[in-house]
């Protein structure tokens, strides 16, 4: 069974360029979170999706921000013109849900996004 | 600060010893995980201790939760330089709220 996949590992953009971030959660989980971790700090939470549904994007900035899950393929978080302050790592973590918080997470290994 | 706080921010000692990692918080919780993550790299799911737990072993791995103090900690015995690692605890607050500490960096000397 194979675990969260994120791609791409690696991510360079100029600033105003638009960045998107893909997860695939791990097989029968259908609960997809995204998390922003800046160097030598802890993950902060960004979101938290459903399949086809956005259950709680209170740490998701309002402006140029966005992610979805679709019912078919990856989640995606999109970034749009992004800026410098956007660099950092982006992990997904996907759990089997219907515990609510009593769930472990299972994480993915990551996108480092540049912006130059 | 939502985060709340880990203790201490940085730990280094030698193989063999013992390693304790504190972890505080503000608001009650459902549950507390804590999770390692080596440099560069994804989390690792270590232990998840429930709000009406005290204590949770796995291998080398104690847990042990507080819930009037609002504090866990997590204790590796007999490090080894493979755990040298960052770990994290995080909250689970309501029912989606995840929130993580900052961080404690332990590095293990052989």
């Known amino acids: 069974n194979a675990g969260v996949m994120q791609n791409p590992r690696h991510l360079v953009r100029r600033r105003g360029q638009e960045a998107r971030l893909r997860c695939s959660p791990m097989?029968?989980?259908?609960?997809v979170y995204w998390y922003r971790q800046l160097p030598e700090e802890g993950l902060k939470f960004m979101v938290y999706l459903q399949k086809e549904n956005i259950i709680d994007e209170s740490g998701m900035p309002k402006e140029r921000f966005s992610a979805e899950f679709p019912k078919e393929g990856p989640s995606i978080l999109r970034i749009q013109q992004v800026v410098r302050g956007d660099s950092a790592a982006y992990f997904c973590?996907?759990?089997?849900?219907?515990?609510?918080?009593?769930?472990?997470?299972?994480f993915g290994p990551g996108t480092r996004l540049t912006v130059l | 600060s939502q985060q709340g706080e880990e203790d201490p921010q940085a730990l280094s000692i030698q193989e063999g010893e013992n390693a304790t990692m504190n972890c505080s918080y503000k608001?009650?919780?459902?549950?507390l995980q804590w999770y390692r993550q080596n440099s560069g790299r994804g989390l690792v799911h270590l232990i998840l201790?429930?709000?009406?737990?005290r204590e949770k072993h796995s291998g080398r791995l104690r847990v042990t939760l507080d819930t009037s103090k609002k504090s866990s900690s997590l204790l590796i015995t007999a490090s080894r330089a493979a755990d040298t690692a960052s770990y994290f605890c995080?909250?689970?607050?309501?029912?989606?709220?995840?929130?993580f500490g900052t961080g404690t960096r332990l590095k293990v000397l052989a």
């Open positions: 608001t009650s919780i459902n549950n």
């Open positions: 995080q909250r689970t607050s309501g029912t989606y709220k995840y929130i």
């Open positions: 097989k029968g989980h259908s609960h």
């Open positions: 973590a996907s759990s089997p849900g219907s515990r609510g918080g009593d769930n472990e997470q299972f």
């Open positions: 201790i429930r709000s009406n737990e």
